[in-house]
């Protein structure tokens, strides 16, 4: 059974920093695409960043226009997972953090994601 579980949401201040992380179990994600995606109240859940396997051990991320230069999506291997780095961070970036993972093999960074993590409170304030 697969289980993807986010950590280390939380709350900051405007310009401030966070690392939330996602350790998967039940399969080994390294060679399958796996992502972020984040939704605030009142929207759809929106792609934040993805890393597909590209070969030996190069990944290739991908990043929504928002936070593209302060957001870093990284593979965590030991926890068969990924961690998003976020700095400079702003008070549009509050919503609940989704870890995703594709179903199968792939290199596409935006999905299709058949795995989803419960989800993780992110909160900036101004």
């Known amino acids: 059974q697969v289980q993807l579980v986010e950590s280390g949401g939380g709350l900051v201040q405007a310009g401030g920093s966070l690392r939330p992380s996602c350790a998967a179990s039940?399969?080994?994600?390294?060679?399958?695409?796996m992502g972020w995606f984040r939704q605030a109240p009142g929207n759809e859940r929106e792609f934040v960043a993805g890393?597909?396997?590209?070969?030996?051990?190069?990944?290739?991320?991908d990043y929504a226009d928002s936070v593209k230069g302060r957001f870093t999506i990284s593979r965590d291997i030991a926890k068969n997972g990924v961690y998003l780095q976020m700095n400079g961070m702003k008070p549009e970036d509050t919503a609940v953090y989704y870890c995703?993972?594709?179903?199968?093999?792939?290199?596409?960074?935006?999905?299709?994601?058949?795995?989803w993590g419960q989800g993780t409170q992110v909160t900036v304030s101004s």
């Open positions: 995703a993972a594709a179903g199968g093999p792939s290199s596409d960074s935006r999905g299709p994601y058949a795995y």
């Open positions: 039940g399969r080994t994600f390294s060679r399958y695409a």
């Open positions: 890393t597909a396997w590209r070969g030996l051990s190069t990944y290739y991320t």
